[in-house]
């Protein structure tokens, strides 16, 4: 037998194959995908319709330890008129209570619920409800307000979050999600992977969050509706939002709240039109007031105001 | 907004890894064939003894060893595809280029002695470690052989 004088050229093809490595791509992330966001949506509605199922009390069982170690911390160097506008927070959230204990559509469906109020020494003009009826108002949003009737929209809005119980469902969503991408990913160290389909999760979550942003607004419309009968005010906030930051608009899916225009709109149908008098707005708590001038004096003095445009507002 | 940062950098680093994985790839097949061709004339086989007639022949060792990294394309791809299981395509055209590679570096050394030819040739693999089950993995792929150099060339 003659040896071999030259390798043989082989065929191509064999071991790799020609396909475009793009469609490959195309077709894995899409079906992939889909298949989490649907899994994504249907937990978060499992969650949607069980997690108010959970009482209230169990919240409760959560936050109290905590209580005490942050009504503590919060205690210390704190000016006496930043005592009395805390104060003033509390009293204009227990009127608010009081209005919706009024009005029957507005009651929650869990009768424990409580609301608690605080007000945040932040700069960031912010307001947040968390587990356990927590509502937090920061001093940078006092800084912002002009009249009770701002101040009451964003409380409210607040306050709808914990009546419709979001904070138990955020959480539950988000422990679900990860719990979900765990099991996918098998938690070993699949970087990419992990990252592609916890995008792909995230905006699912981020698209309820809005809803309920959006269900929050209309409830805390409805309170102000009860409250003061009209909504004159009420976006005071929003339009200071929508002059810092501007409009989301097509970024919107990827954010956590609906656009500000999108929020300001639906206060604008809601409001009752006038016979021609415009509703007279409610002035800020005098406690508040002397906060605010005292606060104006302060920053003055010491120069510490930020620059207003640096911190956006989140709420 | 963040979640919007954390989506441009993930699809940032999806393009990098795919344009210059592909220019990459592209580049060194191109390599590849022209080499091929070139040094077909030291032949490789995995026969364990020479031929009778090689048998007055040197033989000497010879080895090539490449050390290969996926990029990020390839790694997203990859874990994609093994959610559903199948051929793993984009990590097949990467160890094809390293084991090409791999022989025509034995080969280019065999060459470099005069060989006409390369015996008992054998490959192993093994994972570079450090970064191993995090980040993206690199692997070396070692080709080894026997070269006979005819007792002509002078050495």
Not at chain 1, 48 to 55: K, N
Not at chain 1, 62 to 79: F, H, I, M, W
Not at chain 1, 172 to 183: D, E, N, P, T, V
Request: proline share 4%; glycine share 8%.
């Amino acid at each position: 037998m003659a040896r071999l004088r030259s390798n043989p050229k082989l065929p191509e093809g064999i071991n790799r194959s020609d396909e475009h490595p793009l469609k490959e791509f195309a077709w894995l992330l899409a079906g992939v995908s889909l298949a989490l966001v649907g899994a994504v949506v249907i937990l978060s509605l499992l969650v949607g319709w069980l997690a108010p199922a959970i009482p209230f009390r169990w919240e409760l069982a959560l936050t109290d330890r905590y209580e005490q170690s942050l009504s503590g911390a919060a205690n210390e160097s704190r000016t006496s008129q930043l005592e009395a506008a805390e104060q003033a927070v509390k009293d204009l959230g227990a009127s608010l209570v009081a209005t919706q204990q009024a009005e029957a559509a507005l009651l929650p469906e869990d009768q424990d619920i409580r609301y608690h109020f605080h007000l945040l020494s932040e700069s960031t003009p912010n307001a947040f409800a968390t587990l356990g009826g927590h509502i937090f108002v920061t001093t940078g949003l006092l800084r912002q307000v002009h009249s009770e009737n701002a101040l009451a929209m964003v409380m409210a809005h607040e306050m709808a979050h914990i009546t419709q119980r979001h904070p138990v469902q955020a959480l539950s969503r988000g422990a679900l999600f990860q719990l979900l991408l765990l099991m996918v990913t098998g938690g070993q160290g699949m970087h990419g992977v992990s990252g592609v389909l916890g995008q792909a999760g995230l905006l699912t979550v981020l698209s309820f969050n809005r809803e309920m942003e959006r269900d929050a607004d209309r409830e805390a419309i409805d309170l102000l509706l009860a409250r003061y009968g009209h909504l004159q005010g009420a976006d005071e906030f929003f339009q200071k939002m929508l002059a810092l930051q501007g409009d989301t608009g097509w970024a919107q899916w990827a954010q956590t709240h609906p656009g500000v225009g999108e929020r300001l709109s639906a206060i604008e149908r809601r409001n009752p039109v006038g016979t021609g008098e415009k509703p007279q707005l409610t002035p800020l708590d005098a406690r508040l007031v002397r906060w605010q001038e005292a606060d104006a004096i302060d920053s003055e003095a010491t120069g510490h105001r930020e620059n207003a445009a640096s911190q956006l507002p989140l709420l | 907004m963040e979640a919007l940062i954390q989506l441009g950098v993930f699809v940032t680093l999806l393009l990098c890894g795919y344009f210059f994985g592909r220019h990459a790839e592209r580049k060194h097949y191109k390599s590849i064939f022209q080499r091929e061709d070139e040094l077909r004339h030291v032949v490789v086989t995995a026969e364990r003894m020479p031929e009778p007639e090689l048998m007055r022949h040197r033989f000497n060792l010879v080895s090539g060893s490449v050390v290969i990294s996926v990029d990020y394309f390839k790694v997203v791809s990859a874990g994609l595809r093994s959610l559903v299981g199948g051929r793993l395509s984009s990590y097949e055209s990467l160890l094809d280029r390293a084991r090409r590679e791999a022989l025509l570096r034995m080969q280019a050394e065999a060459e470099a002695q005069g060989a006409e030819m390369v015996i008992n040739t054998k490959f192993e693999t093994s994972r570079v470690s450090g970064n191993a089950g995090q980040g993206l993995g690199s692997m070396e792929v070692l080709a080894y052989g026997t070269a006979l150099i005819p007792p002509s060339v002078a050495g």
